[in-house]
């Protein structure tokens, strides 16, 4: 099975950075990931599909890139709302697997 | 308004069993396939099974194969996941997701239900 390993695990950034989270999968998988934010005590919510497709009502400063085996999530300007947890999931073939997540908090 | 309300969980001994429900409106179910997705007490997420629209096919993850099984019916727009022999590893808050029509993300999500196996 593919593994998907995020980085870094944990990221403390200020009001205003630009942030960007790493998702490698263990083998190529194309497009097919999916970007995924869970704020504390709340179910996850879907942030991008197919790499770099924002969600309708997604803020745009969050944007996705990358195919095969290295895609990025990238917040473009951090907000006190964006802390929580983020997770990319594989989606090309099951299992449908997600990486470990990268909690994000504000410094 | 898509709704997913997950019900059915609650403590159950090792080696037993327990069945989730999971109650969808605000969309035509029969014509998308559904997700189960657990979270074990501060760790991350775990993709579970799926299951098609027809219900003609469905994939577990190894960790719960031959334990789980997931099924749905689209009469009562209702998806299902049964657990037998459980652990104490399968305690976890349990989502019900719908996979996206145009592929196998998940597009919207339940509030969970939490799962707890002890003795």
């Known amino acids: 099975d593919i593994q998907m390993t995020q980085s870094p695990s944990s990221l403390s950034a200020s009001v205003g950075d630009r942030v960007t989270i790493t998702c490698r999968p263990s083998h190529d998988i194309s497009n097919f990931l999916a970007w995924y934010q869970q704020k ?50 594989k989606y090309n073939s099951a299992p449908y697997t997600f990486g470990q997540g990268t909690k994000l908090e504000i410094k | 308004e898509v709704q997913l309300v997950e019900s059915g969980g609650g403590l159950v001994q090792p080696g037993g069993s327990l069945r989730l429900s999971c109650a969808a409106s605000g969309f035509t179910f029969s014509s998308y396939a559904m997700s189960w997705v657990r979270q074990a007490p501060g760790k991350g997420l775990e993709w579970v099974s799926v299951i098609s629209g027809s219900a003609g096919s469905t994939y577990s993850a190894d960790s719960v194969k031959g334990r789980f099984t997931i099924s749905r019916d689209n009469s009562k727009n209702t998806l299902f996941l049964q657990m037998n022999s459980l652990r104490a590893e399968d305690t976890a808050v349990y989502y019900c997701a719908r996979d996206d029509s145009r592929g196998w993300y998940l597009d919207s999500w339940g509030q969970g239900t939490l799962v707890t196996v002890s003795s």
């Open chain 1, 40 to 89: 504390p005590g709340k179910a996850p919510k879907l942030l991008i599909y197919a790499a770099s497709t924002l969600q309708s009502g997604v803020p745009s400063r969050f944007s996705g890139s990358g195919s095969g085996t290295d895609f990025t999530l990238t917040i473009s300007s951090l907000q006190p709302e964006d802390v929580a947890t983020y997770y990319c999931q």
